[in-house]
């Protein structure tokens, strides 16, 4: 429309002052339509005309032709920054004087009852054939729901970064290219130094490593990883490395974010701190290894309490020895239990630790199964002493007494998740000639009340000529 | 199974052995094990203090050190032999991962422990120290 105005002015009159207004005048019926304010000034800025729409924005009717009203209608004006805006310094006065047009400019129009509006300004100036400049039109329009819904906007955007300052994890956010977009003070904190917004990119801390310490570059992160493949990373762990030198355990969270359209435009992570849980965590291995320290000492001391006993009072060096193995048996499943964090114990080691003082690197008479069965503590020790009196019993009387004996132990885990059940076999053959003993010594009777009683399994002692036989039948818990 | 059929015994006989242990009784089954193995004499240091003042005055041929002597370590002790290139081995309830890794490699029997085990540690402590003697 401006230029149109512009153009029609331009051509219909030869004249300055008079010929303005009259193009402007042929112009008046649509002006007075249109839902756009518009006006226009000559060359000193004396308003020319003006039209209804912009009465009603100005709130008032300013004179027209009257030297004390130049360059603007309104009643008074202020710049976006609510500071005041003298009419000389309008965007209308800038344009008469430089001959250059006004872009979208914002300024605030406060009318004689006090009410202020928000206009969004654009002034064409206005010149005659000869190219001279005889003055400007100005359109300018009511942006009050555009300045609300703007600053309803910026409200919703505070409330929304306010509410990720507030939380105390470590939280940022990144474009799909990985660069750093917002951070809040946690995540600063977290990283021992401030990000750069703009050139740091995958994540806010300052050195990267893996949980086992070696280096883990910053485009390797699990948000680096999220980003590039486009799919929430969990499970992840890392330490970070202010520049400080501290290091700080984390879990990251990083999860891309998408737009409306399903385009992916960033994503947002997560660091929680866990070096207190790590902290925990080696406290815990820390009283684990004093409290296995304090039990060795003490076997060590029943163990020498013992010898110093038995030394010189008859006992034979057998039954000494008896009971040292017993004792070393109990000490060697207290280490396989400290090695798990008393958790479970496997079967396997188990029973090798109770042939490891019999197997004298004769190598390949011991046969033992492989299937991994994992058993609790409690379960683990019973079994191990059971292991320990058969291993001894072979030892002194069955068939690793014999240079040609050998000893088969097989295993399997039978039935569903919720009745599970170690089938054990343990066969001795190329032994002496075996023979039931006369009277059920103590090996046997702990073997058979640690099995039927403790693990409420049965245990089945066959003393077959050719090699002794053991059979178990043990129940195993639903979580092993 | 008896105690005194190890390789190790025989490497032992006649040798001066500093026990360092700071329980009286495990001190007394460590001396009467070492006997058995036929050393020819056991000294006896419950604390670092007593074990470096002895070494002070008299160097042994072997040492068997309890790791932990009533919450003091027992490595100024091994610093002192291992200048005097003096075989030792470690006795500790932590077992070897319970050794400072700067001892890494020397051998470590854990406690409890029998007296084969013993044997054959010191043995083989007599070995690296031998093999380290001829390198230097």
């Known amino acids: 429309m401006q230029r149109l105005a512009n153009r029609g002015q331009a051509q219909a009159v030869p004249t300055k002052a008079g010929a303005v207004r009259q193009a402007a005048g042929r112009w008046d019926e649509i002006y007075e339509h249109m839902p756009i304010a518009v006006y226009v000034c000559d060359r000193d800025g004396l308003i020319v005309q003006y039209n209804r729409r912009a009465e009603e924005l100005w709130g008032r009717t300013p004179k027209i032709d009257d030297s004390e009203e130049r360059f603007c209608g309104s009643h008074r004006l202020f710049r976006a920054d609510n500071t005041v805006l003298p009419h000389a310094r309008t965007p209308m006065a800038q344009v008469l004087q430089t001959g250059e047009p006004v872009r979208d400019a914002e300024v605030i129009v406060e009318r004689p009852d006090g009410s202020r509006v928000p206009l969004l300004v654009n002034i064409d100036p206005l010149f005659s054939d000869e190219g001279d400049l005889i003055g400007a039109v100005n359109c300018f329009q009511d942006i009050s729901r555009l300045k609300q819904a703007e600053s309803h906007l910026q409200e919703r955007e505070r409330w929304y970064r306010d509410l990720l300052e507030a939380l105390p994890a470590a939280i940022y956010t990144t474009d799909p290219k990985g660069n750093i977009t917002f951070f809040n003070q946690a995540a600063a904190e977290l990283a021992g130094s401030t990000p750069e917004l703009g050139s740091d990119t995958w994540c806010v801390t300052w050195r990267l490593f893996e949980p086992d310490g070696t280096v883990m570059p910053h485009d390797e992160c699990p948000m680096a990883v999220a980003l590039k493949e486009g799919r929430p990373v969990r499970g992840a762990e890392a330490v970070a490395e202010r520049p400080d030198g501290t290091r700080v355990p984390f879990i990251p969270y990083p999860t891309p974010l998408y737009d409306a359209s399903g385009t992916m435009v960033g994503a947002v992570n997560m660091l929680v701190d866990i070096s207190e849980r790590k902290e925990a965590e080696s406290r815990q291995i820390g009283l684990m290894n004093e409290l296995n320290h304090r039990v060795k000492n003490t076997l060590a001391t029943v163990q020498a309490l013992a010898n110093q006993t038995m030394r010189g009072s008859g006992v034979s060096e ?134 039927t009683r403790a693990l409420r399994g049965s245990l089945g002692i066959a003393f077959d000529p050719g090699g002794l036989r053991c059979t178990m039948d043990i129940p195993l818990p639903v979580s092993t | 199974m008896t105690h005194r059929d190890t390789a190790g015994s025989g490497a032992l006989h006649g040798l001066s052995v500093l026990v360092v242990e700071d329980e009286t009784i495990v001190s007394l089954l460590v001396e009467s094990m070492l006997m058995d193995l036929g050393c020819k004499d056991v000294w006896y240091a419950s604390s670092v203090e007593e074990a470096l003042h002895m070494l002070a005055q008299r160097t042994p041929d072997a040492a068997v050190l309890d790791v932990n002597l009533a919450g003091e370590t027992a490595y100024p002790i091994a610093r002192q032999l291992a200048a005097a290139e003096v075989p030792f081995v470690f006795a500790t309830g932590y077992g070897a991962g319970g050794i400072h890794q700067d001892w890494a490699g020397r051998p470590v029997v854990q406690k409890p422990f029998r007296c084969d085990m013993l044997a054959s540690a010191l043995a083989s402590a007599l070995e690296v120290e031998g093999a380290a003697g001829i390198n230097r």
């Not at chain 1, 000490?331 to 008393?342: A, E, K, M, P, V």
């Not at chain 1, 002194?396 to 088969?408: F, K, Q, Y």
């Not at chain 1, 399997?412 to 032994?431: M, Y």
């Open chain 1, 318 to 451: 057998e039954v000494r020895a008896a009971f040292e193995a017993r004792l070393l048996a109990l000490s060697r499943t207290h280490d396989q239990l400290t090695r798990t964090g008393w958790k479970a114990a496997d079967l396997a080691s188990i029973l090798k630790c109770a042939l490891a003082p019999y197997e004298n690197g004769s190598g390949g008479r011991i046969k033992l199964g492989e299937a991994p069965v994992r058993l609790p503590p409690q379960a683990a020790l019973t079994l191990a002493m059971v292991l320990h009196e058969l291993a001894a019993n072979a030892a002194r009387h069955g068939s690793l007494a014999a240079p040609d004996g050998t000893l088969d132990v097989t295993w399997q885990v039978l039935g569903e998740n919720g009745a599970r059940r170690l089938r054990f076999e343990w066969q001795e053959s190329g032994g002496p000639p075996v023979e039931a003993p006369k009277h059920t010594g103590f090996g046997m009777r702990l073997a058979e009340r640690s099995v």
